[in-house]
């Protein structure tokens, strides 16, 4: 057994994508960063961050005591070596993957996410940061789409983590000001993940859990007023 715990960020969507697809037995731990719970001492113990999603699974491959994982591309892969789901055996396959699981953490997340914060949630509008981040996010699609223009289904050729890493973050880009009608492979292989029964499943749990997805006040001061005096 799997404990995950999440909310429904596109970070947390990852996991459960994953899990739903390998199907493995899992828990959720709902995790509501808008109301401070990431910072509860039994969480920091799992995700010293303070970030969700982490998970404790509780039948590691070394028959040892429960361990703990934190930070989503770390967690996708963790899995996906103690299944042997969802990422190439073979050398050049499994580096593929990883490049484009890299590439996702390092790239089309931060700047996806810092997209969202400038354009949605920043107190004032700052209209140098919200074409930067619009401008990046549009370049990253552009180097995705690339890629599969080839006519790939996935982006590693076969169903992989790179895709469950990715795609959560392609979900919102209307809020990200792209218009996926500029970038018809990248399109292509969106639609083909949509339509996976799987990640049907991963966004209705979501829905049950999160049912009133606003980030108020409150909340913004939870998530965007924090500074090293928060790490306790």
């Known amino acids: 057994m799997i404990d995950l715990y999440y909310w429904t960020t596109p970070n947390g969507h990852k996991i459960t994508l994953f899990l739903e697809e390998a199907g493995l037995p899992y828990r959720i731990v709902p995790v509501n960063i808008g109301k401070g719970e990431q910072f509860e001492p039994d969480f920091l113990k799992i995700a010293p961050n303070n970030r969700i999603p982490a998970i404790v699974d509780h039948a590691p491959a070394d028959n040892g005591p429960p361990l703990s994982v934190f930070e989503s591309g770390a967690i996708l892969l963790y899995l996906a070596d103690k299944t042997g789901k969802y990422i190439a055996q073979d050398l050049r396959g499994r580096n593929e993957t990883l490049q484009w699981l890299f590439w996702q953490m390092g790239g089309l997340g931060p700047m996806a996410g810092q997209n969202h914060h400038f354009v949605q949630y920043a107190p004032e509008p700052i209209p140098y ?104």
């Open 129 to 232: 940061a919200m074409e930067r981040y619009v401008k990046e996010t549009a370049r990253l699609y552009g180097v995705l789409n690339k890629h599969l223009a080839d006519g790939r289904e996935y982006i590693s050729g076969e169903y992989s983590i790179a895709d469950m890493a990715s795609y959560p973050w392609i979900t919102p880009h209307e809020r990200q000001q792209q218009d996926l009608n500029d970038f018809p492979h990248l399109a292509r292989w969106f639609e083909r993940i949509q339509a996976r029964p799987a990640t049907g499943r991963a966004y209705a749990l979501a829905d049950a859990i999160n049912t009133a997805p606003v980030v108020d006040d409150e909340a913004r001061k939870i998530l965007f007023g924090q500074d090293a005096s928060t790490v306790h």
